[in-house]
């Protein structure tokens, strides 16, 4: 093993200042997943530690789903593959010490959901549309489906970005989103606004049009924020109105995806788009 540690100070906690020199090393890239780090008394060598302090250690880097833990012949400590599902719960862990607020998550929500709809719009492939056609078509009756579905639509979505980072990040908030949901004891008619909303980004991605696809998602994001935080009796997040013009056309506050039928039409200062050849229109409100 090229890579040397150094032994653990006086002043430190010894199975911490363990911790984080081989979490660093294998974050740096110093190895690979699967390869041997080393065994148990080569460790105790190298950071001259108890075989106790050592085994703490490595036992909160198990944890951590950093290495792998072998027994016998050929044993050791080996690299993991840290996965997307270990990289969230490791967040998730931490954010469960932290005030997360609807508001906020809504807020994060509308920074970047809204981009990446647009982007699966210019990408989207038949494959990619008969799988979100899907994910509607089975919705049921059942809250609990219901909402495991309505999670799938917006994580199918990051994915057709083929960027891994949006991809963690999107399952990271649909995972904390899903924790909120489920203590609201939402009624049905919640779900089947959240349908109704991922009808119309679908067709929306459907027609390529990346604008109307981004302001669809931005109006599900602000109308799903605004009902739980009114179920949870809390502050909820409100976009900032600006004139800026690409910043000003995405904004919920001025714009919304909306049928040929409904009422935004009878608003004075109206002015609209038809989304393709869809029954869609956007709808800007000239404030």
């Known amino acids: 093993m090229d890579t040397k540690f150094r032994a653990t100070k006086r002043i430190e906690k010894a199975s911490d200042n363990i911790v984080a020199q081989i979490r660093d090393s294998i974050l740096s890239g110093k190895f ?13 060598e190298q950071f001259s530690v ?23 012949i050929g044993g050791g400590v080996f690299i993991a593959e840290v996965g997307m599902k270990t990289t969230i719960y490791s967040i998730l862990n931490f954010l469960h010490f932290q005030t997360i607020s609807i508001r906020d998550i809504t807020f994060i929500r509308y920074l970047f959901e809204p981009t990446t709809a647009e982007i699966a719009a210019s990408k989207a492939q038949d494959k990619d549309i008969e799988h979100l056609e899907r994910t509607i078509l089975e919705y049921n009756n ?49 779900y089947s606004k959240v349908r109704d909303s991922h009808k119309i980004i679908l067709e929306c991605i459907k027609q390529k049009d990346s604008i109307a696809s981004g302001i669809a998602m931005a109006n599900d994001i602000i109308e799903t924020g605004e009902y739980l935080s009114k179920i949870n009796n809390s502050e909820s997040f409100i976009p900032p ?12 506050s001025n714009a919304k995806v909306v049928f040929k039928d409904s009422p935004e039409f009878e608003k004075k200062g109206v002015f609209s788009r038809r989304v393709g050849s869809s029954e869609l229109y956007i709808v800007f409100l000239d404030e």
């Open 32 to 44: 690979n997943p699967g390869e041997r780090l080393a065994n148990e008394k080569e460790l105790i």
């Open 50 to 72: 108890s075989k106790a302090t050592m085994r703490e250690a490595l036992r909160v880097l198990e944890v951590m789903g950093l290495i792998e833990i072998r027994k016998g």
């Open 142 to 190: 059942q809250v609990d489906s219901d909402l495991s579905k309505g999670i799938s639509f917006h994580r199918y979505i990051a994915r057709m970005t083929e960027n891994s980072i949006l991809i963690m990040t999107t399952d990271l908030i649909d995972n904390l989103l899903s924790s909120i949901k489920s203590k609201l004891n939402l009624e049905k008619e919640f």
């Open 241 to 252: 109105k600006t004139k800026n013009e690409e910043r000003w056309i995405k904004s919920t």
